[in-house]
T-cell receptor, first 114, second 111 residues
Framework: GENVEQHPSTLSVQEGDSAVIKCTYSDSASNYFPWYKQELGKRPQLIIDIRSNVGEKKDQRIAVTLNKTAKHFSLHITETQPEDSAVYFCAARSVKAAGNKLTFGGGTRVLVKP | DTGVSQDPRHKITKRGQNVTFRCDPI?????LYWYRQTLGQGPEFLTYFQNEAQLEKSRLLSDRFSAERPKGSFSTLEIQRTEQGDSAMYLC?????????FGAGTRLSVL
């Protein structure tokens, strides 16, 4: 089955700096890669996603890149703000997975220091 | 709030007791998922429903676990003879197409 590795597990950045989180996946049949943000005690919320036919996608201060050959994808947050502090999860979905089942990485705890 | 709702938010039980959680998906979402999340980890898939049919179950779902979605709307997850290792956050998600929307979860503590 699919395996998703995520690095780093914790990331501390100064407000205004950029943050980068990297994930690798194992199943070459994966074609959909969402990123979720989870604040303490709250539900995971989708912040951006990318499909395998696209190499990069941007939404204001966040962007995701995908390298299908290397089977890795990354989340980039620019001009970080204190409200960006949260745990971020990457995930992958394989076309072989029933019903769009997601396989998640282990998460990255991001702390933005003011 | 028209999002995915889960009840209860917290459950404390003694080892050996049975517990049941409920998930109400977003209206008209035909797909419903259960995940388990332990501290410091990402959600792990447990099971998936399309309408009322349970189409996939993870190996994580031992025979003490059972899930239902009787009318294709809300779902229940029951854990029988709870063990301390069952302590976790149980998340429900629903989708119509690709995007999965999560509930806030039920945090289970087994003493």
């Amino acid at each position: 089955g699919e395996n998703v590795e995520q690095h780093p597990s914790t990331l501390s950045v100064q407000e205004g700096d950029s943050a980068v989180i990297k994930c690798t996946y194992s199943d070459s049949a994966s074609n959909y890669f969402p990123w979720y943000k989870q604040e303490l005690g709250k539900r995971p919320q989708l912040i951006i996603d990318i499909r395998s036919n696209v190499g990069e996608k941007k939404d204001q201060r966040i962007a995701v890149t995908l390298n299908k050959t290397a089977k890795h994808f990354s989340l980039h947050i620019t001009e970080t703000q204190p409200e960006d502090s949260a745990v971020y999860f990457c995930a992958a979905r394989s076309v072989k997975a029933a019903g769009n089942k997601l396989t998640f990485g282990g998460g990255t705890r991001v702390l933005v220091k003011p | 709030d028209t999002g995915v709702s889960q009840d209860p938010r917290h459950k404390i039980t003694k080892r050996g007791q049975n517990v049941t959680f409920r998930c109400d998906p977003i209206s008209e979402h035909n797909r419903l998922y259960w995940y388990r999340q332990t501290l410091g980890q990402g959600p792990e898939f447990l099971t998936y429903f399309q309408n009322e049919a349970q189409l996939e179950k993870s190996r994580l779902l031992s025979d003490r676990f059972s899930a239902e979605r009787p009318k294709g709307s809300f779902s229940t997850l029951e854990i029988q003879r709870t063990e301390q290792g069952d302590s976790a956050m149980y998340l429900c998600a629903s989708s119509l197409k690709n995007i999965q929307y999560f509930g806030a979860g039920t945090r289970l503590s087994v003493l």
